[in-house]
């Protein structure tokens, strides 16, 4: 047990009820190196490295809601998913900070509060933005295959409220099952505790100074055989994994093909229109687009990079789920899963919060508009704590901005 506190409540982390290294029961037993190496990574990037990205991530996603607001940016229904995915990133990294505070500092309150409000709104919010990203590859792929423009504002409200709706609730009810998996039993000191696997527990002293034992313990459900195999791995790998990769190939091909569609198209027009500038539906609409395309590409590669690890663990845990329910629930193990799967998970983590915390640079490197008004925020504010700039230097970039500007579309009309 690991006293942290000193007061008439006595916070206690439970200790390992398996099997010692010189036993033979637990399949994974950890040498002191390991196991030495394992709490570094925990501490300093699954704990502190998640609190400093999240951190950042939740400001630079403000400030990108703010840019993406502005008058100057513009107003398509592409753009306003971006904003929903910012915000749905904003909440998921808010609520990181919570955890990794948790984690850094538990109480029996606070571990109660993850085990119960944040670990299920976590997930849910984690699930939104894995599906956000292939509503973003939707939307590009009607765009394309239709060959239709954006819809007018007052159906972009009404669609976005309609697909955010949606979405909110399929993750939600998909997310339903786990809100029952933890509970709170209270015993006597004297007493032993039932058969379960504690998660957190304290001693705390009643108010005739007799002593209780109250701990937070995963439920019969969590420790149903076919509901970790089926819901927590399976359907898991299968939902947040397999499927969005599936949706997200398909739907990009489709852009592809439907993107040199419109080029070959845009191109027979110029030639049958030599004499005058082509001025067609299909020419405005692929220069329109072309942005937001790139946009999309690179959203996917990030995505698909920072949760390729969830993924793989995801699909070994299927693996090894026969020795791991053996072990945690008959032997009560302390490690239930290979060391490789434990280094790994820190960094998957940090992955998962890293892909929340990437849109503002994205916007930066491949949106001009949302480039330039970052530029002149950036010499207001230089201006207001008494830096002094130079005039110049920001005509300048801003000159550099629309030269860039047109380029690409001088590129996209030869």
């Known amino acids: 047990m690991v006293n942290l506190s000193s007061t008439s409540e006595e916070y206690l982390m439970p200790v ?36 400093i990205v999240s951190i950042f991530g939740v400001v630079f996603n403000f400030l990108a809601i703010i840019l993406f607001s502005h008058k100057n940016v513009k107003k398509s229904f592409f753009n306003h998913l971006l904003i929903c995915l910012v915000i749905v990133d904003i909440l998921y990294l808010f609520n990181s900070v919570i955890d990794s505070w948790i984690m850094a500092y538990p109480t029996f309150a606070s571990v109660a509060v993850f085990f119960f409000v944040s670990r299920p709104i976590r997930d849910v919010l984690l699930c939104c933005t894995i599906y956000m990203v292939v509503m973003l590859a939707y939307e590009r792929h009607t765009v394309f295959s239709k060959l239709t ?29 786990t809100i029952g998996e ?42 149903n055989y076919y509901y970790i195999l089926l819901y927590r791995t399976l359907c898991d790998v299968i939902v947040t994994g397999i499927t969005p990769l599936l949706l997200l190939v398909y739907f990009n091909y489709k852009i592809y093909i439907g993107k040199r569609v419109f080029i070959k198209r845009r191109r027979t ?25 790139i946009t999309l590409f690179v959203i996917v590669i990030v995505f698909v990079v920072c949760h390729i690890s969830r993924i793989i663990m995801r699909i070994a845990e299927m693996r090894y789920h026969n020795a791991k329910f ?3 629930l008959k032997e009560h193990c302390r490690i239930t899963d290979p060391y490789w799967i434990l280094i790994l998970t820190p960094f998957s983590e940090l992955l998962l919060r890293v ?15 949302f480039r330039g008004l970052m530029y002149g925020y950036t010499f207001r504010l230089l201006r207001m704590c008494g830096m002094k700039t130079s005039n110049n230097l920001y005509n300048s970039i801003q000159i550099i901005s629309n030269d860039r500007r047109c380029q690409k579309q001088n590129l996209e009309t030869s």
Not at 151 to 177: A, D, H, T
């Open 269 to 293: 027009i110029k030639q049958r229109s030599i004499h005058r500038e082509p001025t067609s539906k299909i020419d405005k609409d692929v220069k329109n687009e072309k942005g937001p395309t």
């Open 182 to 223: 933890f509970k709170i039993e209270t015993i006597l000191s004297n007493s032993t505790w039932t058969y379960g696997i504690s998660m957190f527990e304290k001693i705390s002293t009643n108010y005739d100074g007799s002593s209780i034992r109250t701990r937070i313990v995963a439920s019969t459900t969590r420790e």
């Open 355 to 369: 892909n929340s915390s990437a849109n503002f640079f994205i916007y930066w490197a491949l949106n001009d508009s």
């Open 16 to 51: 390992s009820k398996g099997k010692t290294g010189q036993d033979k029961l637990c399949i994974y037993v950890l040498t002191m190196d390991q196991e030495k190496l394992l709490d570094i990574l925990v501490r300093w990037i699954e704990t502190y490295g998640v609190l």
């Open 149 to 177: 423009s954006n819809p007018n504002r007052n159906r972009w409200k009404k669609e976005l409220f309609k697909q955010m709706g949606l979405l909110i609730l399929f993750s939600v009810l998909y997310k339903l099952p």
């Open 326 to 328: 053996e072990e945690q």
